[in-house]
């Protein structure tokens, strides 16, 4: 058999079948490469976790875990995936991706929820995606997704989460801090337990049949005044006039006259003096200060 392959590869015929064989070899192993390495997109999405009705895929805890690393380098820049995996960082990353779904599936289940109305103000209001006019970027927004490796779906996401832990845990913390010896009796009550009985009576059963007359209506209405009574309301019309509105009458000279002449007391011309008073030291002084005042100055 090893003879007669001999025989057959050591002819054209053969040599053109062994390097075909060969080719075909290397074509396998290339396809085999490929298909084998992630990095070329040959190994299909997995469900890995899934929590309630989502489901965490592979995809997503690789990009995940790759930007974890990336912000873990900042502090240690020589740590490779080896050891960030050893360290425990893939762990963590899964259990943050399923707290954060399990908690956004628990707040639409309380009757939680945001809007992207919501969600662009919260972007419009973080200043690194603003501008020099101090309002949303979309150019400085996309460089920062680049930069960082995030999608914009995923900045989304947190801002959802972080409106849904307001909503929800923010009013439990500001609640006032109970003392054990009243959070203690409190907490055992739900341990208690009780039974009872209800019975369902309907009204055709004991409601009156007839019309009621005036006299019923009357007390029915004395005793429920308040339900039917309304409020007191009172209006206040007015009206705006001017000048416009109402022209001034023309007033002759006569009138004039004859209302100066009535009030020509009132528009008398009144004498008006001021007295200035000196007091001098001597009769000298006295003497000098009269002839400057004389001579023109001032008092």
């Known amino acids: 058999m090893i003879t007669a392959l001999r025989r057959l590869f050591g002819s054209k015929i053969g040599a053109a079948i062994a390097l075909a064989f060969v080719v075909m070899i290397g074509i396998i192993f290339a396809v085999g490469d490929v298909t084998s390495n992630p990095g070329f997109g040959g190994v299909t999405e997995g469900q890995v976790v899934r929590v309630g009705a989502n489901q965490i895929s592979s995809n997503r805890i690789k990009r995940e875990v790759q930007q974890a690393l990336e912000r873990a380098r900042e502090q240690q820049p020589g740590l490779t995936m080896a050891a960030f995996v050893e360290a425990g960082g893939l762990d963590q990353v899964v259990k943050q991706l399923i707290e954060a779904e399990a908690f956004e599936q628990y707040a639409a289940q309380l009757g939680f929820g945001t809007s992207e109305r919501q969600i662009d103000g919260r972007l419009a ?173 001032s008092l």
């Open 125 to 297: 209001d973080l200043t690194v995606f603003q501008g020099a006019t101090g309002k949303f970027d979309r150019v400085r927004f996309d460089q920062y997704l680049a930069q960082n490796g995030l999608s914009e779906a995923q900045i989304r996401g947190d801002l959802r989460r972080q409106i849904l832990l307001e909503q929800i845990a923010e009013p439990i913390g500001k609640l006032p801090a109970i003392g054990t010896t009243l959070a203690g009796p409190y907490a055992a009550l739900v341990r208690e337990s009780r039974q009872g009985e209800a019975l369902f009576i309907p009204a055709s059963s004991f409601a009156p049949t007839t019309t009621p007359d005036d006299a019923t209506i009357g007390k029915f209405l004395a005793q429920n005044r308040t339900k039917f009574s309304l409020p007191e309301r009172r209006v206040v019309r007015y009206a705006l006039f001017d000048r416009s509105a109402v022209p001034a009458p023309v007033v002759t000279d006569a009138e004039v006259a004859a209302e100066y002449k009535k009030q020509a007391a009132r528009y008398a011309a009144r004498e008006t003096r001021a007295i200035a008073q000196v007091i001098a030291p001597s009769q000298a002084v006295a003497q000098q200060i009269v002839t400057k005042v004389r001579g023109g100055a």
